[in-house]
């Protein structure tokens, strides 16, 4: 059994409170933690540290645990500079474009996606994500999106299927028809590389009867569920997500006051919802769109996800950072409520309590900042703050 020790620890943000210490990040002074076989074994003052085969020296810096991004969209081909140029100099975005990324990949062999998921991947690791959620729904074909999965299997066990991510345009004049390819055949190629199932609930996309009849059938496939909701304008997405049992309803920019009474009625005994409110603002940067307001859903008790989004569209970004930053700036969310919302919130999106928190058990997945306290994530935005990042104990 190979041991490693992270000494030095001058700020631990555990997500663990204890007897109430330490605030919700559950922050720790002045401590140690101790790695065996890429789990979290041990935390306590630094004094008291056992004896380990190697030893990481944090120099007196903060420690959090690893980013959970659980949104992104990383299995495509070609990117979209011109229409972002363009929505910069006035065109609106109305997701039309996804249907320019589907040629692209179509197009694209095995290798070049495969390649673009592990550029991604890696960029999003050296900026402190070691959980990332990956989704399909660039191929929109049954090969294109078994593929898509499988190669997102290979470096994450958070894979989404996504087929009704558009109608592609073969199946424009008769989107029900679509609707059953991806329920049947398409399912079926997807599901043993999928762990969930997301529908894009908006107009211009899928309307509440085919998501419904989507997350139902993936359901039944043994898929989790969970929802691109409330975008663009009010639709039926979040409501519907209450209802079907999401772990997670995602962007939450257009929202009623039913759609938050839903996300409050699905609290749990352990003060979180059962269905989190997962908010994207780098898709809102990027589009020049008004944020979601995640302090009408925070003061509501609704459980808040940070996430990226990241995609060749909407929110070019792998970076949760520059997202928590956006939460604290543009969002009202204080530094505090972002970090865990970037990171617990993420691992509860997920239904994980292995990831997002640094506790005896927990994985071993952490991140050591070029400074001296999580706060700094928000008040230094756009600076490399990750100097060194562990994932299942090992340094990257
Ligand atoms: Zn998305």
């Known amino acids: 059994m190979s041991s490693l020790l992270v000494d030095d620890i001058g700020e631990l943000v555990?997500?663990?409170?204890?007897?109430?210490?330490?605030?919700?990040?559950?922050?720790r002074r002045d401590v140690a933690l101790l790695v065996e076989d890429g789990r979290v074994a041990w935390v306590g003052p630094a004094r008291d540290a056992p004896a380990a085969d190697r030893r990481v020296d944090a120099g007196g810096a903060a420690v959090l645990p690893g980013f959970v991004d659980s949104h992104a969209h990383l299995v495509f081909a070609g990117d979209r500079a011109a229409e972002f140029a363009a929505r910069m100099a006035g065109q609106p975005y109305t997701g039309g474009g996804i249907r320019t990324t589907?040629?692209?990949?179509?197009?694209?062999?095995?290798?070049?996606?495969?390649?673009?998921?592990?550029r991604l991947r890696d960029e999003a690791l050296r900026q402190g994500t070691t959980t990332i959620e990956i989704k399909s729904g660039y191929g929109l074909t049954v090969a294109d999106e078994a593929r898509s999965l499988a190669i997102a299997a290979e470096v994450s066990e958070e894979t989404t299927f996504l087929g009704a991510h558009v109608v592609p345009a073969e199946y424009a004049d008769r989107p029900?028809?679509?609707?059953?390819?991806?329920?049947?055949?398409?399912?079926?190629?997807?599901a043993p590389h999928a762990r969930w199932i997301d529908v894009f609930c908006e107009r211009g996309a899928f309307d509440a009867d085919h998501?419904?009849?989507?997350l139902t059938c993936g359901q039944a496939a043994g898929l989790g569920v969970r929802v691109h909701a409330n975008q663009l304008g009010p639709g039926p997405g979040v409501q519907l997500g209450v209802e079907l049992g999401a772990a997670s309803v995602d962007h939450c920019t257009h929202l009623t006051?039913?759609?938050?009474?839903?996300?409050?009625s699905t609290r749990l005994d352990n003060g979180h919802t059962a269905t989190v409110a997962t908010l994207l603002p780098g898709a809102e940067f990027s589009t020049r769109s008004p944020y979601p307001d995640a302090r009408r859903l925070l003061d509501a008790g609704v459980t808040v996800a940070l996430a990226t989004d990241c995609n060749p569209g909407s929110s070019y970004t792998s970076s949760m950072p520059f997202c928590l930053a956006l939460a604290v700036r543009?969002?009202?969310?204080?530094?505090?409520?972002?970090v865990w919302a970037a990171t617990?919130?993420?691992?509860?999106?997920?239904?994980?309590?292995?990831?997002?928190?640094?506790?005896?058990?927990?994985?071993?997945?952490l991140m050591i900042l070029d400074a001296p306290s999580h706060l700094h994530l928000a008040y230094r935005p756009g600076v490399p703050l990750i100097r060194q990042v562990l994932r299942n104990g090992v340094p990257q």
């Open 344 to 365: 617990a919130g993420g691992a509860r999106a997920l239904r994980r309590d292995d990831v997002g928190v640094l506790r005896p058990g927990a994985r071993a997945d």
């Open 14 to 27: 555990t997500n663990d409170p204890v007897g109430g210490e330490g605030g919700p990040l559950g922050v």
């Open 330 to 338: 543009e969002m009202r969310m204080t530094p505090a409520e972002a």
């Open 102 to 118: 589907v040629g692209a990949t179509r197009a694209a062999s095995d290798d070049e996606l495969r390649a673009t998921v592990r």
């Open 257 to 264: 006051d039913t759609d938050v009474d839903a996300l409050a």
């Open 211 to 214: 998501t419904r009849a989507i």
């Open 176 to 190: 029900d028809d679509y609707v059953g390819l991806v329920c049947g055949p398409m399912l079926a190629a997807a």
